[in-house]
């Protein structure tokens, strides 16, 4: 079993930064791809973006150029810059283990919340 925790979430105004955080159990060596993913009241979940341990990243379009994805064998991490209202959603880490694992792992969220 996997644990993922997440920090980092909290309210900013927009134009405003911020850098969330997720750390998986220490039992586990490395993972294939983690990620971050949000869901706005209301809204299905999606993707925000992931990156593979090997450093292959993907985006969703509604935040290229303002976020950015890095991470390490356990960990995952989400410089946020330039912040819209629209951004304003809980965000949750993912995991999965391996390529085409039948099942990946998830965070219990960190709200961000963008407001004057």
């Known amino acids: 079993q996997v644990q993922l925790v997440e920090s980092g979430g909290g309210l900013v105004q927009p134009g405003g930064s911020l850098r969330l955080s997720c750390a998986a159990s220490?039992?586990?060596?490395?993972?294939?791809?983690m990620g971050w993913f949000r869901q706005a009241p209301g809204k299905q979940r999606e993707l925000v973006a992931s990156?593979?341990?090997?450093?292959t990243a993907t985006y969703a379009d509604s935040v290229k150029g303002r976020f950015t994805i890095s991470r390490g064998r356990r960990t995952v991490y989400l410089q946020m810059d330039s912040l819209k209202p629209e951004d304003t959603a809980v965000y949750y880490c993912?995991?999965?283990?391996?390529?085409?694992?039948?099942?990946?792992?998830w965070g219990q969220g960190t709200q961000v919340t963008v407001s004057s």
């Open positions: 993912n995991a999965i283990l391996q390529p085409g694992a039948p099942s990946d792992y």
């Open positions: 220490a039992s586990i060596f490395s993972i294939y791809t």
């Open positions: 990156a593979t341990i090997d450093g």
